[in-house]
């Protein structure tokens, strides 16, 4: 009778345990649906950016207003498109560039890259191609992009080359939406150290996302530069580190005009003997005045001066 009942009980206990292992598991499967890894979308939607900004480039003010938008392509690319306007010396600035890329946020980007912009300062244009990519560690992003450069000016120098150029970026996030960044840029045939810094406001008081950014730039010969804005994000609520891993890939613009202003200082100067041609002329009242060939250029030039 004992062992009966002994073994009534001990049937009846395991019973109630396969029962409550079987309905946890009943609640953790959802039928069709294995478990699986997440993984996240390389462009977590239609999102873009605008921003505003000012500053200095070799002592020659600039100020431009920048643009993009990205744009999913299934679930592993995307798209980046750029643009800006502006003034540097109170001359134009134009440009714009793309990026195609795979992206795996919690991982890495690897893609294409090309752009080109114009100064009207120095009648010069750049083209860039090449390949860039991103590494993610928990608060630290390395960035980077290499390839070729197309580099044409024709005043006040002439400069005509194809160089390589490379830039990188590692990045710390304080905080999520505290970026502090080094880097360095070839460019131009020039070397510069790289410093920034972009801090994401409260989105409770700007919902859509709006940060405050700095940048430098100090290079050979003595180059300079400093920068600093304000940016608009477009898309969904969320921290600044989520917004450069699942939104838009860096634009590279401000460097490109750094490549521009570099390569102006390696261009060909004439000097009075190769400004060869007629004159000068001194008009009655002492106004000097002529024309010739610029041998540096291969144009034709023209020259007043009041004496």
Known sequence: MLKRSFFMS????????????????????????????????????????ISLEGGAL???????????ISLPLGQQFGLQVDGAVGVLDEEFIGGGGGH?????????????????????????D???????????????????????????????????GTNLFAFSDLSYYANDNLELSVGHRYTGEKHALALGVEYQLSQQVFASGVSLFAEGRIGEDDYKGAWAGVRMYLGDEKTLIRRHREDDPTDWEEDNLLGIVNAAGNGCVPNAAELRGEGPYTSGEGFIYGEGYNTCTGKEVYFASDG
């Open 10 to 49: 001990t049937t009846a206990l395991a019973g109630g345990c396969l029962f409550a292992v079987s309905a946890l598991a009943a609640d953790l499967y959802v039928a069709g649906e294995p478990v699986l890894p997440t993984v996240l979308p390389a462009v977590s939607g239609v999102n873009g950016k």
């Open 126 to 160: 750049i083209a860039r191609l090449g390949v860039e990519g991103e590494y993610y560690w928990n608060q630290l992003t390395l960035k980077a992009v290499i390839g070729a450069e197309f580099i044409d000016i024709d005043a006040p120098v002439d400069y005509d």
């Open 100 to 124: 195609l890329f795979w992206r795996d946020p919690s991982i890495a980007l690897l893609g294409i890259y090309g752009s080109y912009t114009t100064i009207e300062a120095l009648d010069g």
């Open 58 to 68: 070799d002592a020659e003010g600039f100020a431009a207003f920048k643009g993009s």
